[in-house]
């Protein structure tokens, strides 16, 4: 009995033993979290918990030249709802108001709304979906209704923000204006203006703190950010919003009519190198254009006879020719070892001066011209164009310029028919902004500035820097030469292969272009037409110039450049032309004008009709129907440019005084 008795004995103590340990080793580890560990693991588990999210900052607009918006970022909100988060009193004290208030937001009823509320509170939901997609005049008006003014913490509405990026006037100018984009492996592509200028534009993020709900769901911890976002700065592009519709749909209509792959024009203000307007539109497989590549700047090709500009400032200031020489076309044949140049015309001119053959757009007269000039020394006719900056990029702002190709002499690439054809366009490459930048050097009587396509960069709408006119060559060529080429593009359009395109109402100047692209494939499927025409108006004093190119035109409808460039070119200068007159001669001030009669009459017979209805105003240009309307007593309010497409209060239907009108423009 006595052994059992100290067995017992000792059992118990090691149990009492083994307890104590346990306790020191339990008081020891607590000390040791407290004193010793505490501060790694209280960090750990709020990084577990509580997070830093960045805050986009807004990034600064960008404007035309007239104060339009083209591009602006936009908050956009998601709410959602930490059921959770209230207390059971408040909860449903403002559930049903809450509810209302949704309802009478959202157009969906207030029995939705409590229920969707009460499901989440009974499921202890914390990230129930309330909506997305809010303006920020919307998000502070759901801010303010009940339960959710109380804020997050105590009122559960949970802000989620982002900023997505808008463009007012719509996809017009939509590749110049650009983007700046991250892409998942992190890297960021910048295009256009946005990307160009995104030193000015980014602004500064902020960041707020969130915290952990679920596994992916955070909430932020104070209604306040930690660090407030700075928003970027403004930049005011040279984009004139009026000029750039002429141009868009003026190139648009072109390219449906004669099927076109894709095309491009640019038209530029003569005195400062200012872009007022760019268009670049490709077809997609429907049978629709877009912009997808800003082909006046990244697109080089050969230019065919719009470079002849070039062989002929060469000639003349090199005193190599003058304008009367006279040259041989030899019934439209010329041959340089045993490759032929053919002119357009079967036969030939018979023998005409170099001005002429410029004015006929001659391959056999300029190719002639420049061989017999150079052919002893070609290097001073590339180091001409070297001089006017043919052979390198303009350094514009935009990124992705194409760069020049112009073969030199001892070069890969030269050979004997090297310079003939460079006379006439081939064997070389330049992109249509390059070629632009030489007509306007002739229509600004020799001096060659930069395009650029903004003007400042703004701050609280202050001016914080200013883009100035910039020279690339104050004089390309004497200004007797200047002169002599000016009435040599003047005369292309009054007399010579631009001759449709002329009209006695208003002056123009320049010259057509018809190249042959991936000729060397033979005349299969893999050769095509670029149309072109570049130049200036009006002819004297001039204010624009402007290039159209047009690729892959039908051939079975024409493929020269005077019959699917031109008009495009004419349509642009008309239009600009006629709404901003450049002379103070006022002629024939009696005349009746066929049209403005028509388009007054039909004004006025709209506006004598019943104000109590309202009228059909689709297909009317905005700047008239604005006027009507607002005669009858609507506000009016318009979205893009161009015409009515839509309206938003429809034919027939009774109005009222100062009732508001959306009309949608194309």
């Given amino acids: 009995m006595a ?9 118990i103590y090691l149990v009492s033993l083994v307890m104590v340990l346990m306790v020191i080793g339990i ?14 693991l209280r960090q750990k588990a709020k990084d577990n918990t509580v997070k830093k999210e960045d805050i986009p900052a807004n990034r600064g607009n960008i404007y035309s030249a007239d104060g339009s918006l083209l591009a602006t970022s936009i908050p956009n909100y998601t709410i959602r709802f930490d059921a959770m988060a209230s207390k059971q009193e408040d909860f449903e004290k403002f559930v049903k108001p809450l509810s209302d208030s949704l309802s009478v937001m959202m157009g969906k009823p207030s029995s939705y709304f409590e229920v969707l509320l009460r499901t989440g509170r009974a499921n202890k939901n914390r990230y129930v979906f309330i909506t997305r997609g809010l303006s920020y005049t919307q998000y502070i008006r759901i801010k303010s209704f009940p ?6 913490n105590k009122g559960g509405m949970i802000t989620e923000q982002k900023t997505i990026r808008e463009h007012p006037i719509g996809k017009i100018a939509q590749r110049t204006i650009g983007y700046e984009r991250i892409n998942d492996d992190k890297t960021i592509t910048r295009v256009g203006i946005e990307g160009a200028f995104s030193q000015y534009l980014n602004g500064t993020d902020g960041h707020r703190m969130m915290q952990r709900m679920s596994r992916s769901h955070y909430k932020p911890i104070n209604d306040e950010n930690e660090v407030e976002p700075k928003d970027g700065k403004d930049v005011v592009s040279t984009i004139d919003v009026y000029i750039q519709d002429i141009a868009h749909h003026a190139l648009l209509k072109q390219l449906e009519y004669y099927e076109a792959d894709h095309g491009c024009v640019i038209v530029m203000e003569t005195a400062t190198g200012a872009i007022k307007a760019i268009s670049n539109l490709g077809r997609s497989d429907t049978g629709n254009y877009y912009e997808t590549v800003n082909y006046a700047v990244v697109e080089k090709h050969e230019p065919g006879s719009t470079f002849k500009l070039a062989s002929l400032l060469a000639l ?3 005193k190599k020719a003058d304008t009367a020489t006279v040259f041989d076309t030899h019934e439209g044949v010329v041959s340089f070892y045993r490759r032929r140049v053919n002119d357009s015309k079967r036969g030939g001119y018979g023998k005409i001066s170099l001005a002429r053959g410029i004015e006929l757009s001659s391959n056999t007269v300029i190719t002639q011209a420049v061989n017999e000039a150079y052919k002893d020394n070609p290097r001073q006719f590339t180091n001409y164009l070297h001089k006017i900056g043919m052979d390198r990029p303009l350094g514009i702002a935009l990124k992705g310029e194409g760069v020049p190709y112009i073969p030199k002499p001892g070069t890969k690439g030269w050979s004997g028919i090297a310079l003939p054809w460079m006379a006439f366009g081939y064997g070389l490459s330049v992109t249509p902004l390059q070629t632009l930048t030489l007509y306007n050097a002739v229509a600004n009587n020799g001096e060659m500035v930069k395009p650029i396509f903004v003007s400042e960069v703004r701050e609280f709408n202050k001016p914080i820097e200013v883009f100035e006119k910039q ?14 080429v000016q009435a040599v593009l003047a005369n292309v359009v009054k007399k010579g292969t631009g001759r449709k395109l002329y009209s006695p109402n208003f002056s123009m100047a320049g010259k057509t272009g018809t190249a042959q692209v991936n000729y060397g494939g033979g005349k299969g499927k893999d050769m095509y037409y670029a149309s072109s025409f570049a130049g200036y108006f009006p002819a004297v004093n001039p204010k624009y110039s402007c290039i159209v190119v047009i690729h892959k035109p039908n051939r079975a409808k024409s493929y020269y450049g005077a019959d699917v460039a031109g008009p495009v070119f004419k349509r642009i200068a008309q239009k600009i032309f006629t709404d901003v007159p450049f002379t103070k001669e006022i002629k024939n001030i009696d005349e009746v004008i066929k049209n403005q009669v028509q388009d007054y009459n039909s004004y006025y017979s709209e506006a004598q009709k019943d104000t109590a209805v309202m009228p059909n105003v689709k297909g009317m240009y905005v700047m008239d129907a604005i006027p009507l309307l607002e005669n009858m007593g609507l506000k009016v309010v318009s979205r893009g440019v161009g015409k009515v497409k ?3 209060i429809v034919e027939g239907q009774p109005i009222e005084k100062n009732q508001t009108i959306v009309l949608e423009l194309s």
Avoid: C, T, W
Avoid at 3 to 11: F, R
Avoid at 147 to 152: H, I, P, Y
């Fill in 27 to 40: 008081v020891y580890r607590l000390v040791n979290i407290q004193y010793v560990e505490g501060d790694e």
């Fill in 646 to 648: 839509k309206q938003s």
């Fill in 147 to 152: 339960l959710f003014r109380l804020g997050s």
């Fill in 316 to 318: 003349l200031q090199d």
């Fill in 3 to 11: 052994v059992d008795n100290k067995n017992i004995y000792m059992n």
């Fill in 471 to 484: 020279v690339i060559n104050p004089q390309i060529a004497s200004p007797e030469v200047i002169a002599q």
